[in-house]
């Protein structure tokens, strides 16, 4: 019996208000033997004040070793297992421009290309045009009529883009249209079964137009397709937890993966305190809220220890304003490590901070990965962290009598 | 999705080096309470350096409690899962004996044995004649010919041989021979399969050859066979990790069942000092090395702490020379415990150092069981060691966007 079949059996409805504050990439390294971590050098009054009274511990995004991209990790921490819910590379653009993807969209990454007179590639990357040429190019794309089909066609930034084809019954499996080299024209699109036969011959009749449409437009005189797929069809947040969700994130991405597991999209604005804003106005609609910081992950990939730091203390500082609440459960934990050391994400496990009033004390006093390796939860698979939030809001029954 | 499958997809290639080197059953037990394991009691001043610099944990073989032999328990060092890839007897036996097992052998366990005048087992290990003996017999019988199929038969030790049958096709499951006890003949071959008949009737007329040949040899007149089976189709460790791997083994059992995920089985010598000479030697070949030290097991097996800490001590005293050759990841482990205490294998977890330069510090300070509870790699399952090697050289990308 997978958990998510036994979550559903037993749950439990009450008034309880769980919030699951991510912190981007959180976990780290220290920069030399002997030293700390950037959570453990920064100065978290509050966030040590909860981790005192509440229960620490680690957990594995993936599998013990697996680096996760955000979709994976993310997917983790709403339950989901990250090896069985799959997002190919084509959706997680879509989501990251903040496209609504529907049960019949197929997302599809594109590259403007380089063609010579021949119909070989001299360059993947149409010389790296600037976005505002890339999003001239695809509002001309996006007048391709196909018959039966909606198309959608949105720029990324600089010479990538997104397109959609909306129809019932076109398959996700389809090859890439990039032969990853030049010198050599791009491939047919091929499906590999029947659903996915549907959208490659969608794709050639969209490419055959596209090709006419760019014609005067080089070096962005046509387009390769990538990373073609379907949105995975996932059981949704509020039928497996009994959850009303709000999600509150301020990047495209984070509002997709959320999108994607069906939580109530809110508008989050751009600052820490108009997410906070945001929690407070919403905080009778909802049972549950994932609020997502992406600046811990952003300055752990630029590899800037000190900035890290500071915007690990700056999630602090907010946190006073979330516990005036009253939340019965908060979580505080990352999607995975960005060390500052590696300037990438990283496999090494990810400190997580439980608190309501019915964790079991362990003998943490702040929150840093040293604590949580020490801590209550001890280390454990991500998959498993909405299941123990779920617990501490009383919100399972018990299994069996 | 199977961590191998992952493994193939994120499989990175860098200049990184590799050492895994396994202390054959290196955790223990005190011998009583409140003292100290042999390892704890070990004077190790290298390992408790790399220690305090690296991260330590505990591995469980198999499952919590299962205790595992020498297949099972590097089955999972080298992150095969020991319950999904089993080792037959037969096996066992050809590779403790170094013979190279191909993909059409079936390999079978031999016992020589007394047949009375009516054809009853007297005695199940023919009186345990010597090893020479042994050997002689085995000449005989490995000059008998079968049409359509490669016969050899080798000698292990007193009473105890193999018989290889090669020929394509041939199925592995075919019943024992032994009846397990005596006064009864010995039982007929039975396949439980088509192409597992065609082996049981190759074992049948090689056995009415056998009797003939043996006829005069009592005690040792006829053989019965055991563990028949064939190699199991395993991918190589080179296709899941990228690794071009080289094992530095003394003991045949070892070279076989590296020789069985298909790594390069190196010239070890016969002491540690050979073995580093030849790590050294071909420091420039390979990506990965197995290298593997006994004498922690068999002093352990003996029910001698003494010796085995001694052993223990011996080992530490080349990692400086180990060390030398500055590889990427260092881990040292075993492959299960050997308390003692006990005189055998036990299913206690087993300690795992890793050293690198990625490795994220705990509080550990030196290379024992207790000090390899509190680290920062925690209890894993065995089969994940290689994911965290590779994770820890730089060799795996990240999973998902």
Known sequence: MSHHALLRELQLKNSSKIILLVADGLGGLPLAPGGKTELEIARTPNLDSLAAQGTLGLSTPVLPGITPGSGPGHLGLFGYDPLEFRIGRGVLEALGIDFDLGPDDVAIR????????????????????????????????????IPGVEVFVRPVKEYRLVVVFRAPGLGGAVHDTDPQKTGVPPLDPQGRDAASQKTAEIARAFLAQAREVLKNDAPANFFTMRGIDKRPSIPTFEEIYGLKAGAIAVYPMYRGLARLVSMNVLDAGLTLDDQCARLEQSWNDFDFFFMHYKYTDSTGEDGNFAAKVERIEQLDAVLPRIMALRPDVLVVTGDHSTPSKMKSHSWHPVPVLMHGNLCRPDACTSFGEAQCLQGGLGQFPAKYLMTLAMAHAGRLEKYGA
Do not use: P, V
């Open 110 to 145: 594109g590259n403007f290309c380089t063609l010579d007179a021949e119909g070989r590639i001299t360059d993947r990357r149409a010389g790296r045009i600037a976005s505002e040429i890339g999003k001239t190019l695809c509002e001309k794309l996006d007048k391709i009529k």
